[in-house]
């Protein structure tokens, strides 16, 4: 089996969105890849970002944000606790990294994930034994 990858929000909504069509087929693609293989894994906090986007940018009906996050939360979803929290705080302020996205590293890490898929990160970045890839950069 494949080694577990973090997949941040942008993944999901890039996946819904008609508007940018290259990145909705690439991030389409990487999630049925990861799917397939079972070494998906999201948090919380992405499937919050997630309904917020799809309801406020997407256009999406409450109702239908609802139903992907109900398919998303079938994937590994990652437990922080307040632990958590405030080992994310050291990310945080020693590499400048936003809260959020130092809370999706923490998640990420915790999992045991080797590589982190987001565009909000630096791509090539390592975090540990974490590996930030964009995956609207690359081939994935």
């Given amino acids: 089996m494949s080694e577990p990858v973090f997949i941040d929000t942008n993944v999901l909504v890039y996946a819904n969105n008609a508007n940018d069509l290259r990145k909705r087929e690439q991030a389409q693609e990487l999630l049925q890849r990861v799917i397939t293989e079972g070494t998906a894994w999201i948090s919380l906090q992405v499937l919050q970002e997630f309904f917020v986007v799809a309801t406020r940018k997407l256009g999406m009906d409450a109702a239908a944000a609802r139903r992907h996050v109900e398919l998303y939360a079938s994937l590994n979803v990652a437990k922080l606790d307040p632990a ?32 982190l898929y987001t565009e909000d990160l630096q791509p090539g970045r390592r975090i540990g034994a974490l590996e930030v890839v964009n995956p609207f950069a690359t081939t994935v």
């Fill in 84 to 115: 958590d929290l405030l080992a994310a705080i050291d990310p945080h302020s020693a590499h400048g990294f936003s809260i959020w996205d130092a809370l999706i590293v923490r998640a990420a890490l915790i999992s045991g994930c080797r590589r």
